[in-house]
């Protein structure tokens, strides 16, 4: 869970750089304060669903591929 809790804490400070402007910034806003939580429970050694840790990891690659995608552009 040490290296689930530093790949959120990576993907936080990737979110956080979102422009509001972006199509994917309130999608982004709702996955980062999934993810506070999450980090909040594994800092004081709260159980957290494995499952759900991914799906969190998962969505935050996906969304910052999605932000990427539009700066291309």
Do not use: H, N
């Not at 979102?18 to 982004?28: E, F, Q």
């Not at 980090?39 to 690659?61: A, F, M, T």
Request: no cysteine; proline share 3%.
């Amino acid at each position: 869970m040490i290296e689930d809790l530093r790949t959120l804490q990576f993907l936080l400070s990737r979110l956080e750089r979102i422009s509001a402007d972006s199509a994917v910034a309130y999608r982004a806003s709702g996955v980062r304060g999934a993810m506070l939580r999450v980090v909040e429970k594994l800092e004081v050694g709260r159980p957290v669903s494995g499952p759900d840790v991914k799906r969190l990891i998962e969505s935050g690659y996906s969304l910052l591929e999605k932000a990427a995608q539009e700066k291309v552009r």
